[in-house]
């Protein structure tokens, strides 16, 4: 690339690289290093290579499906804003956008596309998850008992 006409590298993330999540700390650490990776590579290849990441949150592979019972899925899904998880083929849309000359001037981003969950709490998600399990008088939106 950097001998020829130059081009485009895109990475996936995740949005575990940008966020912590519990019992995952060694998947987590490998995406927030892709995040980082991105944006140094974009740095040291600029002007002839974009590089580029994209972090989904959560999408409904195959994998997925099968590993989740519907009830776990409905349970991820009211943490999510826009209440669903991606589409695989919305994820390869965003990729496709930023290997395009459309995209010509992107480089050293990540893009989030996650519904929104890493946009902040979501009160009423939260609202619904804690009350579930105790009553409201003695949780805050946080689940933090008062």
């Not at 995952?24 to 590089?51: C, F, H, Q, W």
């Not at 519907?70 to 290997?99: C, Q, S, T, W």
């Amino acid at each position: 690339m950097m001998a020829g006409s130059g081009g485009v590298i895109l990475q996936t993330a995740s949005t575990n690289g940008i966020m912590g999540y519990p019992y995952y700390a060694d998947y987590n650490a490998t995406k927030a290093g892709v995040i980082e990776l991105t944006r140094s590579m974009a740095l040291e290849l600029a002007p002839k290579v974009r590089v580029c990441a994209v972090a989904p949150g959560y999408v409904l592979t195959p994998m997925q499906r099968a590993e989740y019972t519907d009830a776990m899925l409905n349970e991820v899904n009211r943490k999510i804003p826009l209440r669903r998880h991606a589409k695989p083929e919305e994820i390869a849309a965003l990729f496709a956008y930023l290997a395009s000359e459309d995209a010509a001037y992107a480089t050293g981003h990540v893009y989030t596309m996650d519904g929104g969950e890493t946009a902040g709490d979501s009160p009423a998600a939260s609202a619904k998850i804690w009350m579930r399990d105790a009553p409201a008088a003695r949780y805050d939106r946080k689940g933090i008992e008062v």
